[in-house]
């Protein structure tokens, strides 16, 4: 093979190798950048990303049984910053309202209140579509005592889709596969931890 095209098959290779490992993808990417939902101190010493979907088993494992005792060991005692966002996968769009229909409880005050009462409800509104998965989703809002009215009326008005999208596009980019995937303190863990993990690796990076 003559040198010049052996030149340009080295340089090719290299180039896709520099693809693959610098690219874009996840480049500089910041998964708590414009997040949209938090709990805790905002100046608290770590920073934990959520990218959950409302029709995950672990995920609702984790939002159910662990999330708590995180929020009361460690974000109401200000050592956490806990951040939210969503990952519907494609085809979910019911798991993109659920996400929109969290967005309209937040601008009461509720997001996490409502946020757990979806993983709980999950297996009564992950079949439904249309108007019945909208009126699931504000008698919800009316079992946690919102302005059902106001609540409708944002739910309606699809102006939370493009946030929900947004954190999709998100996790897309940053190359996410599963849910739920956590970034701790800027470390990536995907699948559900039992109580005692997360204990150990925000204790570790508490002490840094």
Same mark, same amino acid.
Request: proline share 4%.
């Given at each position: 093979?003559?040198?010049?095209?052996?030149?340009?098959?080295?340089?090719?290779?290299?180039?896709?190798?520099?693809?693959?490992?610098?690219?874009?993808?996840?480049?500089?990417?910041?998964?708590?950048?414009?997040?949209?939902?938090?709990?805790?101190?905002?100046?608290?010493?770590?920073?934990?990303?959520?990218?959950?979907?409302?029709?995950?088993?672990?995920?609702?494992?984790?939002?159910?049984?662990?999330?708590?005792?995180?929020?009361?060991?460690?974000?109401?005692?200000?050592?956490?910053?806990?951040?939210?966002?969503?990952?519907?996968?494609?085809?979910?769009?019911?798991?993109?309202?659920?996400?929109?229909? %969290?967005?309209?409880?937040?601008?009461?005050?509720?997001? +996490? !209140?409502?946020?757990?009462? #979806?993983?709980?409800? &999950?297996? @009564?509104?992950?079949?439904?579509?249309?108007?019945?998965?909208?009126?699931?989703?504000?008698?919800?809002?009316?079992?946690?005592?919102?302005?059902?009215?106001?609540?409708?009326?944002?739910?309606?008005?699809?102006?939370?889709?493009?946030?929900?999208?947004?954190?999709?596009?998100?996790?897309?980019?940053?190359?996410?596969?599963?849910?739920?995937?956590?970034?701790? %303190?800027?470390?990536?863990?995907?699948?559900?931890?039992? +109580? !005692?993990?997360?204990?150990? #690796?925000?204790?570790? &990076?508490? @002490?840094?």
């Amino acid at each position: 093979m003559p040198r010049a095209i052996v030149a340009v098959v080295l340089l090719l290779a290299l180039l896709g190798l520099g693809w693959i490992f610098f690219g874009p993808k996840g480049k500089n990417l910041d998964p708590a950048q414009g997040a949209r939902f938090a709990l805790g101190r905002e100046d608290a010493p770590i920073v934990v990303v959520d990218f959950s979907n409302y029709l995950c088993g672990f995920c609702q494992q984790h939002a159910l049984n662990v999330l708590p005792r995180l929020k009361a060991e460690y974000v109401d005692t200000g050592k956490v910053r806990y951040l939210f966002r969503d990952f519907p996968f494609p085809g979910q769009d019911q798991v993109i309202r659920a996400g929109e229909a %969290a967005a309209c409880a937040h601008e009461q005050g509720r997001y +996490y !209140e409502y946020h757990e009462v #979806l993983f709980r409800a &999950a297996q @009564a509104w992950g079949n439904l579509r249309g108007q019945a998965l909208d009126r699931y989703l504000v008698d919800l809002a009316g079992q946690l005592g919102l302005d059902t009215g106001a609540f409708q009326s944002c739910l309606a008005s699809g102006r939370m889709r493009q946030g929900v999208l947004a954190d999709q596009q998100l996790a897309q980019d940053l190359g996410l596969t599963g849910t739920p995937t956590f970034f701790i %303190a800027g470390e990536k863990r995907t699948g559900f931890m039992p +109580y !005692e993990e997360w204990k150990a #690796l925000l204790d570790k &990076a508490l @002490a840094k």
